[in-house]
Protein backbone atom coordinates (compact mmCIF):
# COMPACT_ATOMS: atom_id res chain seq x y z
CA UNK A 1 0.00 0.00 0.00
CA UNK A 2 1.49 3.15 -1.17
CA UNK A 3 1.22 6.33 1.30
CA UNK A 4 1.96 9.82 0.15
CA UNK A 5 3.93 11.62 2.91
CA UNK A 6 2.74 14.96 4.31
CA UNK A 7 4.92 17.62 5.55
CA UNK A 8 4.14 17.25 9.59
CA UNK A 9 2.45 14.34 9.76
CA UNK A 10 5.77 11.89 10.09
CA UNK A 11 4.30 10.80 13.46
CA UNK A 12 1.25 9.56 11.67
CA UNK A 13 3.31 7.82 9.00
CA UNK A 14 5.70 6.10 11.15
CA UNK A 15 2.64 4.64 13.11
CA UNK A 16 0.91 3.33 10.47
CA UNK A 17 4.09 1.72 9.13
CA UNK A 18 4.54 0.12 12.35
CA UNK A 19 0.78 -1.20 11.88
CA UNK A 20 1.65 -2.32 8.72
CA UNK A 21 4.48 -4.44 9.67
CA UNK A 22 5.01 -4.99 13.18
CA UNK A 23 4.03 -8.60 14.40
CA UNK A 24 0.62 -8.38 15.97
CA UNK A 25 0.76 -8.32 20.17
CA UNK A 26 -0.80 -12.05 20.18
CA UNK A 27 2.33 -13.00 18.16
CA UNK A 28 5.02 -10.80 20.33
CA UNK A 29 7.69 -13.20 20.24
CA UNK A 30 8.58 -12.40 16.27
CA UNK A 31 9.71 -8.91 17.25
CA UNK A 32 11.47 -10.08 20.06
CA UNK A 33 14.78 -9.89 20.92
CA UNK A 34 14.95 -12.56 23.72
CA UNK A 35 18.21 -12.90 26.38
CA UNK A 36 19.01 -16.01 27.66
CA UNK A 37 20.06 -16.11 31.49
CA UNK A 38 21.84 -19.03 33.05
CA UNK A 39 20.62 -18.62 36.38
CA UNK A 40 23.05 -19.75 38.40
CA UNK A 41 25.86 -18.00 37.24
CA UNK A 42 24.06 -14.16 36.53
CA UNK A 43 23.69 -12.55 39.38
CA UNK A 44 24.52 -14.03 42.96
CA UNK A 45 22.43 -11.88 45.78
CA UNK A 46 23.39 -13.99 49.01
CA UNK A 47 26.91 -14.49 48.54
CA UNK A 48 26.83 -18.46 48.20
CA UNK A 49 28.78 -18.16 44.67
CA UNK A 50 25.92 -18.90 42.86
CA UNK A 51 23.27 -16.89 41.42
CA UNK A 52 19.38 -16.66 41.79
CA UNK A 53 16.25 -15.64 41.13
CA UNK A 54 16.16 -12.23 43.14
CA UNK A 55 19.81 -11.65 41.42
CA UNK A 56 17.79 -12.17 37.97
CA UNK A 57 15.22 -9.36 39.23
CA UNK A 58 17.74 -6.99 40.70
CA UNK A 59 19.44 -6.67 36.98
CA UNK A 60 16.13 -5.90 35.39
CA UNK A 61 17.75 -2.34 35.21
CA UNK A 62 20.15 -3.15 33.00
CA UNK A 63 18.12 -5.78 30.65
CA UNK A 64 15.51 -3.27 30.11
CA UNK A 65 18.32 -0.21 28.89
CA UNK A 66 20.06 -3.31 26.91
CA UNK A 67 16.35 -3.31 25.09
CA UNK A 68 15.73 -6.75 24.96
CA UNK A 69 12.14 -7.75 24.90
CA UNK A 70 11.83 -11.64 27.10
CA UNK A 71 14.15 -13.22 29.13
CA UNK A 72 14.51 -16.77 29.00
CA UNK A 73 16.01 -18.52 32.25
CA UNK A 74 17.28 -22.41 31.96
CA UNK A 75 15.72 -24.73 34.29
CA UNK A 76 14.63 -23.22 37.96
CA UNK A 77 13.17 -26.03 39.36
CA UNK A 78 13.92 -28.41 41.95
CA UNK A 79 16.58 -30.56 40.85
CA UNK A 80 19.81 -32.62 42.52
CA UNK A 81 21.66 -30.60 39.97
CA UNK A 82 23.20 -33.97 38.30
CA UNK A 83 23.20 -32.04 35.23
CA UNK A 84 22.29 -28.64 36.87
CA UNK A 85 18.52 -28.43 36.90
CA UNK A 86 18.05 -30.78 33.99
CA UNK A 87 17.50 -33.35 35.83
CA UNK A 88 13.86 -32.03 37.50
CA UNK A 89 12.96 -33.95 40.92
CA UNK A 90 9.44 -31.51 41.08
CA UNK A 91 8.09 -29.76 38.22
CA UNK A 92 6.49 -27.27 40.33
CA UNK A 93 8.53 -25.98 42.80
CA UNK A 94 12.15 -24.50 42.73
CA UNK A 95 15.19 -24.89 42.92
CA UNK A 96 16.02 -23.62 46.80
CA UNK A 97 19.94 -22.28 46.13
CA UNK A 98 17.86 -20.18 43.49
CA UNK A 99 15.03 -19.40 44.95
CA UNK A 100 11.48 -20.15 46.23
CA UNK A 101 7.73 -19.77 44.14
CA UNK A 102 7.64 -16.16 45.54
CA UNK A 103 10.92 -15.21 44.10
CA UNK A 104 9.57 -15.99 40.49
CA UNK A 105 6.31 -14.26 41.15
CA UNK A 106 8.40 -10.98 41.76
CA UNK A 107 10.56 -11.41 39.08
CA UNK A 108 7.65 -11.83 36.42
CA UNK A 109 5.89 -9.02 38.37
CA UNK A 110 8.82 -6.58 38.30
CA UNK A 111 10.15 -7.97 34.69
CA UNK A 112 6.39 -6.86 33.35
CA UNK A 113 6.70 -3.50 34.30
CA UNK A 114 10.04 -3.42 32.36
CA UNK A 115 7.63 -4.41 29.13
CA UNK A 116 10.18 -7.50 29.95
CA UNK A 117 8.39 -11.65 29.28
CA UNK A 118 9.82 -14.42 31.19
CA UNK A 119 10.39 -17.41 29.34
CA UNK A 120 10.86 -21.01 31.13
CA UNK A 121 12.87 -23.69 30.20
CA UNK A 122 10.61 -27.36 30.40
CA UNK A 123 12.40 -30.68 30.58
CA UNK A 124 9.70 -33.24 29.35
CA UNK A 125 12.03 -35.96 27.70
CA UNK A 126 13.28 -37.06 31.04
CA UNK A 127 12.89 -36.55 35.13
CA UNK A 128 15.73 -37.09 37.82
CA UNK A 129 16.20 -40.57 38.93
CA UNK A 130 14.77 -38.68 42.53
CA UNK A 131 11.79 -37.56 41.45
CA UNK A 132 8.73 -39.43 42.94
CA UNK A 133 7.36 -40.46 40.14
CA UNK A 134 10.46 -42.94 39.52
CA UNK A 135 11.07 -43.36 42.68
CA UNK A 136 7.83 -45.22 42.77
CA UNK A 137 8.17 -46.66 39.06
CA UNK A 138 11.36 -48.59 39.78
CA UNK A 139 9.94 -49.75 43.11
CA UNK A 140 8.03 -52.77 41.66
CA UNK A 141 6.51 -54.00 38.26
CA UNK A 142 3.11 -53.36 39.57
CA UNK A 143 3.85 -49.99 40.88
CA UNK A 144 1.36 -46.76 40.09
CA UNK A 145 4.04 -44.51 37.79
CA UNK A 146 5.74 -48.10 36.35
CA UNK A 147 4.45 -46.80 32.82
CA UNK A 148 5.36 -43.40 33.13
CA UNK A 149 9.13 -44.20 32.37
CA UNK A 150 10.04 -46.60 29.38
CA UNK A 151 10.86 -50.28 30.71
CA UNK A 152 12.17 -53.45 28.52
CA UNK A 153 13.13 -56.99 29.39
CA UNK A 154 16.89 -57.60 28.37
CA UNK A 155 17.10 -59.28 25.36
CA UNK A 156 17.11 -63.38 24.63
CA UNK A 157 20.79 -63.42 25.48
CA UNK A 158 20.28 -61.13 29.04
CA UNK A 159 21.96 -57.89 26.61
CA UNK A 160 20.89 -55.04 26.69
CA UNK A 161 16.90 -54.83 25.09
CA UNK A 162 18.27 -52.78 21.67
CA UNK A 163 21.32 -50.62 20.25
CA UNK A 164 19.89 -47.32 21.18
CA UNK A 165 22.90 -44.73 22.47
CA UNK A 166 22.53 -42.25 25.29
CA UNK A 167 23.82 -38.75 23.82
CA UNK A 168 26.01 -38.97 27.06
CA UNK A 169 27.95 -41.71 25.77
CA UNK A 170 27.36 -45.36 26.40
CA UNK A 171 24.27 -47.42 26.00
CA UNK A 172 21.28 -45.79 26.42
CA UNK A 173 19.59 -48.09 29.10
CA UNK A 174 20.52 -48.94 32.25
CA UNK A 175 20.02 -52.26 34.33
CA UNK A 176 17.59 -52.03 37.55
CA UNK A 177 18.59 -55.30 39.37
CA UNK A 178 15.25 -55.00 42.16
CA UNK A 179 12.93 -55.44 39.32
CA UNK A 180 15.15 -57.05 36.52
CA UNK A 181 14.66 -54.98 33.77
CA UNK A 182 16.25 -51.42 31.63
CA UNK A 183 14.99 -48.60 31.81
CA UNK A 184 15.94 -45.91 29.12
CA UNK A 185 17.67 -42.82 29.72
CA UNK A 186 19.02 -41.07 26.48
CA UNK A 187 21.00 -38.50 28.54
CA UNK A 188 22.61 -39.06 32.28
CA UNK A 189 21.68 -42.81 33.94
CA UNK A 190 20.04 -40.13 36.30
CA UNK A 191 17.89 -38.41 33.88
CA UNK A 192 14.87 -41.65 32.99
CA UNK A 193 13.18 -41.26 29.98
CA UNK A 194 9.44 -40.67 30.34
CA UNK A 195 7.02 -42.71 28.43
CA UNK A 196 5.06 -40.22 26.33
CA UNK A 197 2.91 -43.03 25.01
CA UNK A 198 1.24 -43.12 28.50
CA UNK A 199 -2.17 -40.23 28.77
CA UNK A 200 -1.45 -39.63 32.31
CA UNK A 201 1.89 -38.59 31.45
CA UNK A 202 0.77 -36.09 28.60
CA UNK A 203 -1.92 -34.80 30.94
CA UNK A 204 0.40 -34.47 33.95
CA UNK A 205 2.49 -31.86 31.60
CA UNK A 206 -1.00 -30.13 30.53
CA UNK A 207 -1.51 -29.42 34.19
CA UNK A 208 2.79 -28.45 34.83
CA UNK A 209 2.00 -25.80 31.64
CA UNK A 210 -1.18 -24.29 33.24
CA UNK A 211 0.35 -24.13 36.49
CA UNK A 212 3.25 -21.93 35.02
CA UNK A 213 1.35 -20.06 32.77
CA UNK A 214 -1.11 -18.87 35.24
CA UNK A 215 2.02 -17.48 37.34
CA UNK A 216 2.21 -14.92 34.23
CA UNK A 217 5.06 -17.24 32.42
CA UNK A 218 5.14 -15.86 28.99
CA UNK A 219 6.35 -19.58 27.40
CA UNK A 220 8.34 -22.63 27.71
CA UNK A 221 11.83 -23.15 26.15
CA UNK A 222 11.13 -26.75 25.32
CA UNK A 223 14.34 -29.28 25.79
CA UNK A 224 15.22 -31.85 23.53
CA UNK A 225 11.74 -31.62 21.60
CA UNK A 226 12.43 -34.00 18.93
CA UNK A 227 13.42 -36.86 21.56
CA UNK A 228 10.51 -36.87 23.37
CA UNK A 229 8.55 -39.69 21.56
CA UNK A 230 10.40 -42.71 21.28
CA UNK A 231 9.41 -45.71 18.79
CA UNK A 232 6.96 -47.78 20.79
CA UNK A 233 8.68 -51.29 19.62
CA UNK A 234 12.15 -50.16 20.63
CA UNK A 235 13.87 -51.01 17.34
CA UNK A 236 17.03 -50.27 16.39
CA UNK A 237 18.99 -47.40 14.69
CA UNK A 238 20.39 -47.48 11.72
CA UNK A 239 23.99 -46.63 11.38
CA UNK A 240 25.08 -43.35 10.10
CA UNK A 241 26.13 -42.83 6.70
CA UNK A 242 28.59 -40.50 4.88
CA UNK A 243 25.80 -38.18 4.32
CA UNK A 244 25.18 -37.57 7.88
CA UNK A 245 26.17 -34.36 9.57
CA UNK A 246 29.28 -34.51 11.45
CA UNK A 247 27.34 -33.76 14.54
CA UNK A 248 24.96 -36.34 13.75
CA UNK A 249 27.84 -39.03 12.86
CA UNK A 250 29.58 -37.96 16.49
CA UNK A 251 27.23 -40.93 18.02
CA UNK A 252 27.45 -43.51 14.77
CA UNK A 253 24.30 -44.01 14.58
CA UNK A 254 21.21 -42.39 13.21
CA UNK A 255 18.40 -41.43 15.80
CA UNK A 256 15.92 -43.03 13.83
CA UNK A 257 14.04 -44.30 16.67
CA UNK A 258 14.35 -41.98 18.71
CA UNK A 259 14.47 -38.11 17.24
CA UNK A 260 11.16 -37.10 15.35
CA UNK A 261 8.96 -39.76 16.02
CA UNK A 262 5.68 -38.69 13.77
CA UNK A 263 3.76 -38.89 16.95
CA UNK A 264 5.70 -36.13 18.92
CA UNK A 265 3.73 -33.41 16.97
CA UNK A 266 0.44 -34.74 18.53
CA UNK A 267 2.59 -33.62 22.06
CA UNK A 268 3.28 -30.40 20.46
CA UNK A 269 0.18 -29.87 19.28
CA UNK A 270 -1.44 -30.61 22.42
CA UNK A 271 0.93 -27.72 24.20
CA UNK A 272 0.19 -24.94 21.30
CA UNK A 273 -3.82 -25.95 22.75
CA UNK A 274 -3.11 -24.71 26.26
CA UNK A 275 -0.89 -22.11 25.29
CA UNK A 276 -4.20 -20.66 23.10
CA UNK A 277 -6.00 -21.03 26.52
CA UNK A 278 -4.33 -17.41 27.07
CA UNK A 279 -4.17 -13.96 26.38
CA UNK A 280 -2.21 -13.11 24.91
CA UNK A 281 -0.97 -16.95 23.96
CA UNK A 282 1.69 -18.16 25.51
CA UNK A 283 5.06 -19.10 23.42
CA UNK A 284 6.93 -22.32 22.72
CA UNK A 285 10.24 -22.57 21.38
CA UNK A 286 12.29 -25.72 20.82
CA UNK A 287 15.15 -26.92 21.58
CA UNK A 288 15.90 -29.91 18.57
CA UNK A 289 19.20 -30.49 17.65
CA UNK A 290 18.69 -31.52 14.04
CA UNK A 291 20.73 -30.79 10.86
CA UNK A 292 18.35 -30.89 8.17
CA UNK A 293 16.35 -27.45 8.32
CA UNK A 294 13.12 -29.32 6.88
CA UNK A 295 13.13 -31.49 10.03
CA UNK A 296 13.05 -28.30 11.56
CA UNK A 297 10.57 -26.62 9.73
CA UNK A 298 8.00 -29.80 10.60
CA UNK A 299 8.17 -28.56 14.50
CA UNK A 300 6.49 -25.32 13.37
CA UNK A 301 3.02 -27.43 12.22
CA UNK A 302 0.29 -25.53 10.16
CA UNK A 303 1.11 -22.85 12.47
CA UNK A 304 -0.54 -25.55 15.40
CA UNK A 305 3.01 -26.77 16.61
CA UNK A 306 5.74 -24.67 18.42
CA UNK A 307 5.53 -20.74 17.36
CA UNK A 308 10.00 -21.14 17.59
CA UNK A 309 12.60 -23.54 17.12
CA UNK A 310 16.03 -23.16 17.49
CA UNK A 311 18.24 -23.27 14.29
CA UNK A 312 21.42 -25.42 15.40
CA UNK A 313 22.85 -25.61 11.54
CA UNK A 314 23.36 -22.00 11.89
CA UNK A 315 25.14 -22.22 15.47
CA UNK A 316 27.41 -25.32 13.85
CA UNK A 317 27.66 -22.69 10.75
CA UNK A 318 31.75 -21.53 9.62
CA UNK A 319 31.86 -17.30 10.43
CA UNK A 320 32.17 -16.90 7.05
CA UNK A 321 30.16 -14.28 4.87
CA UNK A 322 29.61 -17.69 2.45
CA UNK A 323 29.26 -20.23 5.16
CA UNK A 324 26.56 -17.91 6.98
CA UNK A 325 24.63 -16.53 3.96
CA UNK A 326 24.25 -20.73 2.56
CA UNK A 327 22.88 -21.53 5.67
CA UNK A 328 20.38 -18.50 6.15
CA UNK A 329 19.42 -18.58 2.51
CA UNK A 330 18.53 -22.63 3.25
CA UNK A 331 16.87 -21.67 6.90
CA UNK A 332 14.49 -19.45 4.34
CA UNK A 333 13.95 -21.94 1.75
CA UNK A 334 12.92 -24.29 4.09
CA UNK A 335 10.62 -21.94 6.52
CA UNK A 336 9.16 -20.53 3.58
CA UNK A 337 6.60 -16.88 4.94
CA UNK A 338 4.87 -18.34 7.40
CA UNK A 339 7.49 -19.75 9.78
CA UNK A 340 9.25 -17.71 11.90
CA UNK A 341 13.20 -18.23 12.17
CA UNK A 342 15.31 -17.77 15.12
CA UNK A 343 18.67 -16.90 15.30
CA UNK A 344 21.42 -17.93 18.12
CA UNK A 345 24.41 -18.04 18.50
CA UNK A 346 25.51 -19.07 21.72
CA UNK A 347 24.18 -21.18 24.41
CA UNK A 348 24.84 -23.24 27.69
CA UNK A 349 25.68 -26.00 25.71
CA UNK A 350 27.96 -24.60 22.70
CA UNK A 351 30.91 -22.75 23.55
CA UNK A 352 30.58 -19.51 23.32
CA UNK A 353 30.46 -17.52 19.74
CA UNK A 354 32.94 -14.79 20.99
CA UNK A 355 35.07 -18.00 21.04
CA UNK A 356 33.93 -20.19 18.69
CA UNK A 357 33.25 -17.64 15.34
CA UNK A 358 35.79 -14.83 16.04
CA UNK A 359 38.52 -16.43 18.37
CA UNK A 360 38.34 -13.77 20.74
CA UNK A 361 38.60 -10.90 18.26
CA UNK A 362 36.56 -8.26 18.86
CA UNK A 363 36.05 -6.58 15.34
CA UNK A 364 34.72 -10.19 14.46
CA UNK A 365 32.83 -10.31 17.52
CA UNK A 366 30.94 -7.09 16.63
CA UNK A 367 30.35 -8.60 12.72
CA UNK A 368 28.81 -11.68 14.81
CA UNK A 369 26.23 -9.94 16.60
CA UNK A 370 25.59 -7.63 14.11
CA UNK A 371 24.33 -10.51 12.02
CA UNK A 372 22.50 -12.09 14.55
CA UNK A 373 20.70 -8.52 15.33
CA UNK A 374 19.69 -8.07 11.53
CA UNK A 375 17.85 -10.69 10.47
CA UNK A 376 14.52 -11.34 9.38
CA UNK A 377 13.53 -13.36 13.04
CA UNK A 378 13.84 -13.49 16.39
CA UNK A 379 16.93 -13.32 18.01
CA UNK A 380 18.49 -14.91 21.17
CA UNK A 381 21.19 -13.37 22.69
CA UNK A 382 23.21 -15.27 25.40
CA UNK A 383 24.50 -13.41 28.51
CA UNK A 384 26.97 -12.18 28.18
CA UNK A 385 27.47 -12.35 24.02
CA UNK A 386 26.84 -8.17 24.33
CA UNK A 387 29.77 -7.74 25.81
CA UNK A 388 32.18 -10.39 23.42
CA UNK A 389 31.96 -12.56 26.69
CA UNK A 390 34.19 -15.49 25.47
CA UNK A 391 34.71 -19.24 26.94
CA UNK A 392 36.35 -19.40 30.01
CA UNK A 393 39.32 -21.84 30.41
CA UNK A 394 38.15 -23.96 33.47
CA UNK A 395 41.01 -26.22 35.32
CA UNK A 396 40.81 -30.08 36.08
CA UNK A 397 39.61 -29.74 39.46
CA UNK A 398 36.88 -27.22 39.39
CA UNK A 399 35.41 -29.05 36.05
CA UNK A 400 31.71 -29.66 37.51
CA UNK A 401 29.72 -30.62 34.00
CA UNK A 402 28.94 -34.24 34.06
CA UNK A 403 29.76 -34.49 30.45
CA UNK A 404 33.77 -33.83 30.91
CA UNK A 405 33.50 -36.80 33.25
CA UNK A 406 31.58 -39.12 31.18
CA UNK A 407 32.97 -38.35 27.71
CA UNK A 408 36.70 -37.71 28.61
CA UNK A 409 38.63 -36.60 25.81
CA UNK A 410 35.64 -36.79 23.43
CA UNK A 411 33.54 -33.94 24.91
CA UNK A 412 35.33 -30.61 26.20
CA UNK A 413 32.69 -30.25 28.95
CA UNK A 414 29.95 -27.56 28.91
CA UNK A 415 31.70 -25.21 31.97
CA UNK A 416 33.47 -23.26 29.62
CA UNK A 417 30.52 -21.24 28.55
CA UNK A 418 28.46 -21.14 31.76
CA UNK A 419 30.73 -18.80 34.14
CA UNK A 420 29.35 -15.94 35.69
CA UNK A 421 28.40 -12.70 34.10
CA UNK A 422 31.02 -10.19 34.33
CA UNK A 423 29.55 -7.16 35.80
CA UNK A 424 32.73 -4.98 36.64
CA UNK A 425 36.25 -5.30 37.02
CA UNK A 426 37.93 -6.89 40.37
CA UNK A 427 37.55 -9.68 42.53
CA UNK A 428 34.22 -11.23 42.13
CA UNK A 429 33.05 -9.37 39.27
CA UNK A 430 29.93 -7.63 40.86
CA UNK A 431 28.78 -10.99 40.12
CA UNK A 432 29.22 -12.60 43.83
CA UNK A 433 31.48 -10.91 47.05
CA UNK A 434 34.96 -10.32 46.59
CA UNK A 435 35.66 -12.69 49.06
CA UNK A 436 33.15 -15.84 47.80
CA UNK A 437 34.55 -18.37 45.41
CA UNK A 438 32.13 -18.34 42.84
CA UNK A 439 30.90 -21.87 41.39
CA UNK A 440 32.57 -21.20 38.06
CA UNK A 441 35.57 -19.58 37.70
CA UNK A 442 35.42 -15.86 37.01
CA UNK A 443 37.06 -15.18 33.08
CA UNK A 444 38.85 -11.44 32.71
CA UNK A 445 36.70 -8.89 34.27
CA UNK A 446 38.45 -6.91 32.25
CA UNK A 447 35.58 -7.22 30.20
CA UNK A 448 32.50 -5.97 32.27
CA UNK A 449 29.59 -4.22 31.99
CA UNK A 450 30.26 -1.48 33.91
CA UNK A 451 33.26 -0.04 31.85
CA UNK A 452 31.53 -0.79 28.28
CA UNK A 453 28.52 0.38 29.48
CA UNK A 454 29.89 3.91 29.58
CA UNK A 455 32.22 3.83 26.94
CA UNK A 456 30.18 4.51 23.56
CA UNK A 457 32.61 2.69 21.28
CA UNK A 458 32.06 -0.51 23.33
CA UNK A 459 30.50 -3.56 22.13
CA UNK A 460 28.12 -3.55 24.77
CA UNK A 461 26.85 -0.49 23.13
CA UNK A 462 27.21 -1.76 19.96
CA UNK A 463 24.77 -3.93 20.61
CA UNK A 464 22.08 -1.63 22.62
CA UNK A 465 22.26 0.36 19.65
CA UNK A 466 21.88 -2.50 17.12
CA UNK A 467 18.27 -3.26 19.28
CA UNK A 468 17.69 0.14 18.99
CA UNK A 469 18.09 -0.20 15.62
CA UNK A 470 15.99 -3.00 14.99
CA UNK A 471 13.05 -1.93 16.97
CA UNK A 472 13.08 1.26 14.98
CA UNK A 473 13.14 -0.49 11.62
CA UNK A 474 11.04 -2.85 10.79
CA UNK A 475 13.22 -3.98 7.34
CA UNK A 476 15.48 -5.34 10.10
CA UNK A 477 12.99 -7.61 11.57
CA UNK A 478 10.70 -8.19 8.67
CA UNK A 479 12.99 -8.69 5.89
CA UNK A 480 10.70 -7.01 3.62
CA UNK A 481 7.98 -9.68 4.37
CA UNK A 482 5.19 -7.39 5.54
CA UNK A 483 3.12 -8.80 7.81
CA UNK A 484 -0.77 -8.70 7.80
CA UNK A 485 -1.56 -4.87 8.25
CA UNK A 486 -3.67 -3.18 10.77
CA UNK A 487 -2.35 -5.37 13.82
CA UNK A 488 -0.92 -3.60 16.68
CA UNK A 489 2.58 -3.44 18.00
CA UNK A 490 4.11 -6.55 19.24
CA UNK A 491 5.64 -7.15 22.41
CA UNK A 492 4.31 -3.93 24.63
CA UNK A 493 1.34 -4.56 25.37
CA UNK A 494 2.56 -4.72 28.95
CA UNK A 495 1.98 -1.79 30.89
CA UNK A 496 4.04 0.89 29.75
CA UNK A 497 7.63 0.85 31.79
CA UNK A 498 6.84 2.83 35.63
CA UNK A 499 8.95 4.94 37.12
CA UNK A 500 11.40 1.74 37.43
CA UNK A 501 11.64 1.33 33.96
CA UNK A 502 11.79 5.28 33.43
CA UNK A 503 14.76 5.03 35.42
CA UNK A 504 16.57 3.14 33.57
CA UNK A 505 16.11 4.48 30.30
CA UNK A 506 17.35 7.99 32.03
CA UNK A 507 19.96 6.25 33.12
CA UNK A 508 20.97 5.34 29.90
O1 LIG B 1 20.44 -30.49 25.39
C1 LIG B 1 20.18 -31.52 24.45
C2 LIG B 1 21.40 -32.02 23.80
O2 LIG B 1 21.31 -32.83 22.90
C3 LIG B 1 22.70 -31.52 24.33
O3 LIG B 1 22.86 -32.19 25.52
C4 LIG B 1 23.90 -31.70 23.50
O4 LIG B 1 23.95 -32.92 22.85
C5 LIG B 1 25.14 -31.57 24.31
O5 LIG B 1 25.00 -30.51 25.21
C6 LIG B 1 26.31 -31.39 23.41
O6 LIG B 1 27.18 -30.45 23.87
C7 LIG B 1 19.54 -30.25 26.40
C8 LIG B 1 20.08 -29.20 27.35
O7 LIG B 1 20.24 -27.99 26.67
C9 LIG B 1 21.33 -29.68 28.00
O8 LIG B 1 21.92 -28.71 28.81
C10 LIG B 1 20.98 -30.91 28.80
O9 LIG B 1 22.14 -31.46 29.36
C11 LIG B 1 20.28 -31.95 27.94
O10 LIG B 1 19.23 -31.42 27.15
C12 LIG B 1 19.63 -33.01 28.80
O11 LIG B 1 18.50 -32.46 29.44
Redesign the pocket.
Known sequence: MQRRFRPGSRAVWTSTIRKMTEAPVTQWWRDAVVYQVYPRSFQDTDGDGVGNLAGVTSRLEYLSWLGIDAVWLTPITASPDD?FG?DVSDYYSVQPVLGDLASVDRLIEAAGRCGIRVILDI?P??TSDRHAWFKDARASRESEHRDWYVWARPSRHGSLPNNWLS?FGGPAWEHDPATGEFYLHQ?LPS?PDLNWWNPQVRGEFDRILRFWFDRGVAGFRI??ANKVVKDSLLRDNPPVGPADHAMARRLGQRPARTSSQAEVHEIWRRWRAVCREYEPERMLVG?T?LFDLNEVAGYYGADDELQLNFNFPFVYADFSAEALRRVVERTEAALGASRWPVWTASN???SRFPSRWCGGDSRLIRMGLTVLLTLRGTPFLYYGDELGMTDVDVPGDRIVDP?SRRMPGQ?RG?DPERTPMLWRPGPGAGFTDPDVEPWLPLGDSQVNVEQQRDDRTSTLRLCRDLIALRRESPDLRTGGRLHEPGRARGGLDLPAGDQYCRRAELSG
Open positions: DYVNHVFQDTEWHDVLHR
